[in-house]
């Protein structure tokens, strides 16, 4: 009986992972791409992504769900990449001022998007996605008007024929894969980024030791209960603002690397789906809106961009038709984000429900055992 | 002073600002050569194609669902409705009653099923609804081009199959309840009647229903959920009338927004439709948890009002269209206001 339990147990746990992992390994062979094409994909899309999804893990931590609001940092990081490109800084250099340019403006994003999440306690995961949506508007008013008008652009290549205003693609050569081919390795006909992944090794360090300071330690604190951390002195509105502060600078790194990897930048767009990619990567990984883990960020990225190399290919050769892969995938990934959610949201219910019935024990002693029976049935 | 300090924290100052502006946008308009007959026949056209899409969310903000993000399930039901009444060849009134009815049981249906699942995710629903919208979106894009639709005007040409993006209405039921009763003074003044007494219909069959025994509970319910179930209300069963209700509204919204649109827009299209509903009604005076039929009206009129003017006056004033910019602004900035306010005990 109790084994029964802890095999469902895990499939609730996992079922998002498990439903993306069926998915993909039937759609992979129909697919009829090579072995060798999927792997190189993926470990091209392991480097251009995770970073990205990493920045996610911090807030998470601090109880306040999945940042959605880390497209901010991204918008910070192509701000950065177009003054690199406008000044003409080639190569690595180019992404380290790319990166100093932006982490200005991402500390005061996050500042402001962590002020703001504070506002809306208990609903930090809307109010990030409308944030935004909110801020895209502001970044096209600047990049779109500002630039070039106010803020002085030098390069006439870049600009709008109109003499103000950002091209609609940016063309990143002077910076392309140059983190990626600083130290690219070349193993059995794949290239490996080693550079990139190193950064993103550095990065789990970080994570891992950040873990164990005392601010992470507050963080974590703060994530199992907001006011038993207030009450034991820890400044919790403070510390939200740092975990999204921080979440803000690792998006914009995040958003630098992935856009160095690209090539090139769809100035107005590129960060539209930058919010939606990670969100899903990390809940297809098999974290929550209240644990995410490192291994939850890898899973996660390789299970989602398998599906996204392979699915219009499956779908081209099921349906003859490749739109219709493109939209299972999306439909897919939409649907992930929204069965971990509710996933989530039914368990905690469930939880408060245990907690009355608790409460009620002492008064009727039949009441909790009905209440705590469907839970192990329904969280399946 | 004090009262009109009151008047203000009560209103919020974002909405007097935006009317004001609005104001200003109209005064405006004539010295820079905007016609101001042309501006009002307009914005009364969008208030009518959009009113009842932001009259679809009030049920559920009533219920205490929160502000319905899921507004795209209704939609869907809507075009199925649509596309199903131009399947069998419905055209004309026939078309558009027959668009209504069909899309109905899937609205009920898809509503219920939609109730079920926010009812087991309380105190999430909006993230949620969010994207159940979009899967929805997503999903029904695989369906509208596997379907076995056949009308020749609906599906692709080359492949004779799959339905394009848009399809236009023009021989079914386009323009069909602007034009009844429909006032036209001159060459550009135009009143759609027959659109705008429509939306009025539906707004006082909403506030009729919320005069009703199911409307009082169900505000209750949306008010203290827990003296509702002390006064014999049930709590689960009131917030699925109102899912139901709310998505029942938004396939009659996207069916009235089509006929004055003159196409039906598929796929992608319904994705982020949500979002300026949302935007309307808030900019009306609505919160989180309370929203009435003036929130409804007024806040369509005064979103809709800026939606027109600001490209018109703001383009012929700086010579460039900021206008993009500004409703990106203004909506979600209405958004984040209300979502971001601390939620006041009702009155």
Redesign the interface.
């Given at each position: 009986m109790i084994k029964k339990t802890s095999i469902r147990r895990f499939f609730a746990d996992n079922v998002v992972v498990i439903i993306f992992l069926v998915l993909t390994a039937a759609a992979t062979p129909v697919s009829g791409l090579s072995a060798g094409y999927i792997v190189q994909e993926i470990l091209t899309r392991i480097g251009r992504n995770s970073f990205l999804v990493f920045s996610l893990i911090l807030p998470v931590m601090a109880g306040m769900?999945l940042n959605f609001g880390m497209v901010l940092g991204a918008m910070a990081g192509e701000i950065g990449l177009i003054f690199a490109v406008d000044w003409n800084i080639i190569g690595v250099p180019g992404l380290i001022f790319a990166n100093l340019v932006g982490l200005p403006i991402a500390i005061f994003l996050g500042w402001l998007c962590g002020e703001?999440l504070n506002?809306?306690r208990?609903?930090e995961?809307?109010?990030g996605?409308?944030?935004g949506?909110?801020m895209?508007?502001?970044y096209?008013?600047v990049v779109?008007?500002l630039m070039g008008s106010v803020i002085p652009m030098r390069s006439a290549a870049i600009t709008l024929s109109r003499g103000y205003g950002i091209r609609n693609t940016l063309n990143l050569d002077s910076v392309r894969q140059s983190l990626d081919d600083l130290l690219m390795v070349k193993l059995f006909g794949i290239n490996l980024p080693i550079a990139t992944y190193l950064i993103i090794i550095l990065l789990c360090v970080f994570i891992i030791w950040f873990r164990k300071t005392k601010l992470g330690q507050d963080m974590r604190a703060i994530g199992q209960d907001q006011i038993v951390s207030n009450a034991s002195g820890i400044p919790v509105a403070r510390t939200r603002v740092i975990a999204i502060i921080i979440s803000t600078i690792l998006a914009m790194v995040g958003q630098i690397i992935f856009l160095q990897n690209m090539g090139n930048m769809a100035t107005y767009n590129a960060h539209r789906q930058t919010g939606f990619f990670a969100v899903a990567a990390i809940l297809v990984g098999g974290a929550s809106v209240t644990k995410a883990t490192i291994p939850n960020v890898f899973i996660g990225v390789v299970l989602l961009h398998l599906m996204y190399i392979v699915m219009p290919r499956a779908g081209a050769q099921l349906?003859g038709?490749a739109?219709?892969g493109e939209?299972?995938r999306?439909?897919f990934s939409?649907?992930a984000?929204?069965l971990a959610?509710?996933l989530?949201?039914?368990r905690?219910?469930r939880g408060v429900e245990i907690d009355r019935a608790g409460l009620r024990q002492g008064v009727a002693s039949a009441a909790p055992l009905e209440a705590i029976e469907p839970i192990k049935e329904d969280t399946l | 002073m004090q009262k009109l300090k009151e008047f203000v924290t009560d209103f919020g100052l974002p909405r007097i600002i935006i009317f004001f502006f609005l104001i200003g946008l109209f005064v405006a308009a004539p010295f820079v050569g905007v016609r101001i007959d042309t501006s009002i026949s307009d914005v009364l056209n969008r208030f009518g194609q959009n009113a009842i899409l932001v009259l679809a969310l009030v049920p559920m903000v009533q219920s205490g669902c929160g502000l319905n993000f899921g507004l795209p399930v209704g939609i869907i039901a809507g075009l199925l409705g649509g596309t199903l009444a131009m399947q069998l060849g419905l055209s004309g009134w026939l078309g558009f009653a027959g668009a209504l009815a069909i899309s109905m049981p899937f609205a009920i249906l898809m509503g219920w099923l939609y109730g079920q699942l926010l009812n087991r995710v309380k105190g999430d629903e909006m993230t949620i609804a969010m994207y159940v919208g979009f899967s929805m979106v997503t999903f029904f894009s695989i369906l509208w081009l596997l379907l076995p639709y056949s009308n020749p005007t609906m599906v692709w040409g080359y492949a004779g199959q799959g339905l394009r993006t848009t399809i236009t209405l023009d021989n079914y039921w386009g323009q069909i309840l602007n034009n009844f009763l429909s006032v036209r003074i001159g060459e550009s003044f135009f009143i759609p009647t027959g659109m705008i007494l429509f939306v009025l219909l539906c707004a006082l069959i909403v506030y009729l229903f919320f005069r009703s025994k199911t409307g009082t509970a169900m505000t209750a319910v949306g008010s203290n959920p827990d003296f509702a179930r002390a006064g014999g209300v049930s709590v689960d069963k009131m917030r699925t009338i109102s899912v139901i209700v709310s998505t029942m509204l938004g396939a009659i919204g996207i069916l009235v927004y089509q006929q004055s649109y003159g196409f039906i827009q598929l796929y992608q299209g319904p994705l982020y439709m949500a979002f300026p509903a949302v935007a309307a009604l808030l900019i009306g005076g609505a919160s989180v948890n309370k929203a009435s039929m003036v929130n409804v009206l007024v806040g369509t009129l005064l979103f809709q009002g800026i939606l027109t003017m600001t490209p018109s006056v703001i383009n012929s004033v700086l010579k460039t269209d900021m206008s993009e910019v500004l409703r990106i602004v203004l909506s979600n900035g209405m958004i984040l206001y209300a979502l971001t306010r601390k939620t006041k005990v009702s009155k």
């Open positions: 769900g703001v506002r809306a208990g609903r995961m809307v109010t996605f409308i944030l949506f909110f895209d508007g502001i096209q008013f779109l008007y349906f038709s739109q219709i939209y299972f999306d439909a939409y649907g984000i929204a959610l509710v989530h949201a039914w905690k219910m | -």
